[in-house]
């Protein structure tokens, strides 16, 4: 078995192989150092929870429950919006650079896992004639690896998917329209998570640690980093969440991201499967990127698992069709959040119509303890 790529993907479905006595070697063209410090989610959701629970895996890998709560500000205005609590698996806070890290320490430094970092020209054979094959090079030479299975779990600018042939996937594609300026800073967030909605557009605080959060600034889709120096970004978190007593903060990291969501059908082709950003991508703002990769490699590892020690290839061969129900499920969702908190705000994009709509969906939520709870459901990616 070859797994391309160290991300959440790869790294987990490593991690599940290994523990159940199944070989795989992962290929990463980047090396460890720079893998273990590229930050972006910050939750893994209950859903991802139960699954890591289910594998043995949950307190090895995850810090403590996340608030429960979220901050939904309207132009300064702001209204808490509270989980709604079944005693169930709570969601856990996790920043997506602490589950790799403890994800390589667990693959690579207890359980003696074959992770080769530094690797280029990654190249997949996976015609009818003849065994499929990676071949990849390194500081050593040229190598080849002939295997039974190759998943992608290599990102959106990956090469698996890159080598399906034209004509075999459709690529299901929607684009916002605008991008989020997004900046780590050292800043914790003090009382609840924020999802702000203002008439100068989106702004969201959420955590990522002690020390630290990420706010996001809805932002033009042609704005590049050069637009957002350091005092206009916090002008723009005090302007938009109506708050002057803010103060400047380092910013440790900033980069523009388009808003989009992505789905490639099938997730396979013959013996290469594509899991995580290699088959879709979710706009953040639902928070759902990272947890569906984990959800994908949850079904693929059973099915490898499967596939290997029964030799009953069953759960592969219905792999796509198994997982896409609930990848659309959390589209949707995506979809959802990202269309209300931006319509609610700045009506320059979709109109005051669209503007007051939105709004009444925010009321929803706290009106009907139905869709509270449908809500919530959708957030822990239990629906
Ligand atoms: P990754 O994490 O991109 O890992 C892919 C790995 O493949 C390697 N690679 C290759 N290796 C070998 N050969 C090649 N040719 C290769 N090409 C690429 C890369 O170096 C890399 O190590 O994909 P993966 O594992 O599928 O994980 C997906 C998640 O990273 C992604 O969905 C999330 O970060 C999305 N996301 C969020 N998800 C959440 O669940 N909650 C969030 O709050 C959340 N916030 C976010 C996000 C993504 C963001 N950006 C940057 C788009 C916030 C932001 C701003």
């Not at 599940?16 to 720079?34: K, N, P, Q, W, Y």
């Not at 359980?111 to 094959?133: E, K, T, W, Y």
């Not at 609930?326 to 669209?354: C, L, N």
Request: some cysteine; proline content about 3%; overall charge neutral.
């Amino acid at each position: 078995m070859v797994i391309i790529g160290a991300g959440v993907a790869g790294l987990t479905l490593a991690t599940f192989l290994r523990r159940s006595g199944v070989s795989c070697i992962v290929l990463e063209r980047r090396d460890r150092a720079t893998i273990e410090v590229r930050q972006r989610a910050g939750v893994v959701e209950a859903r991802g929870v139960q699954m890591f629970e289910r594998w043995g895996l949950a307190d090895k890998l995850l810090a403590g429950p996340v608030a429960h709560t979220i901050d939904y500000r309207i132009n300064g205005v702001g209204r808490i919006f509270g989980v709604v609590a079944d005693g169930g698996s709570q969601s856990r806070f996790c920043t997506q650079q602490m589950l790799v890290n403890n994800l390589l320490r667990e693959l690579v430094d207890v359980m003696s896992g074959d992770v080769r970092f530094n690797v280029a020209d990654v190249m997949i054979r996976n015609d009818l004639n003849g065994r499929p094959a990676v071949t990849y090079s390194d500081a050593r030479g040229e190598h080849e690896l002939a295997c039974g299975y190759i998943v992608g779990c290599d990102g959106n600018r990956g090469v698996s998917r890159a080598s399906i042939p034209d004509g075999v996937l459709t690529s299901y594609t929607h684009e916002f329209g605008y991008a989020w300026l997004a900046a780590l800073v050292e800043a914790p967030v003090v009382g609840h998570p924020i999802m702000g909605v203002s008439d100068r557009g989106f702004v969201a605080q959420l955590p990522r640690g002690p020390k630290m959060s990420r706010y996001y600034l809805q932002c033009a889709l042609n704005d590049g980093l050069a637009d957002w120096p350091d005092q206009r970004i916090w002008d723009e978190i005090r302007l938009r969440l109506r708050e002057q007593t803010i103060e400047n903060a380092a910013v440790h990291d900033k980069d523009v991201v388009p808003l989009r969501c992505v789905v490639h059908v099938p997730m396979q082709y013959r013996n290469l499967f594509l899991a995580g950003d290699a088959a879709h991508l979710a706009s953040p703002t639902g928070a759902k990127g990272m947890n569906l990769a984990l959800y994908d490699v949850d079904v693929l590892a059973q099915a490898l698992v499967r596939a290997v020690r029964d030799r009953d290839e069953t759960g592969l061969t219905n792999y796509s069709d198994t997982v896409l129900p609930h990848i659309w499920k959390y589209q949707e969702f995506s979809v959802w959040m990202t269309d209300t908190m931006h319509d609610a705000g700045d009506p320059t994009q979709h109109g005051t119509f669209r503007q007051m709509i939105a709004r009444a969906r925010l009321d929803n939520l706290f009106e009907s303890s139905t869709a509270a709870r449908l809500h919530t459901e959708l957030q822990r990616g239990l629906n």
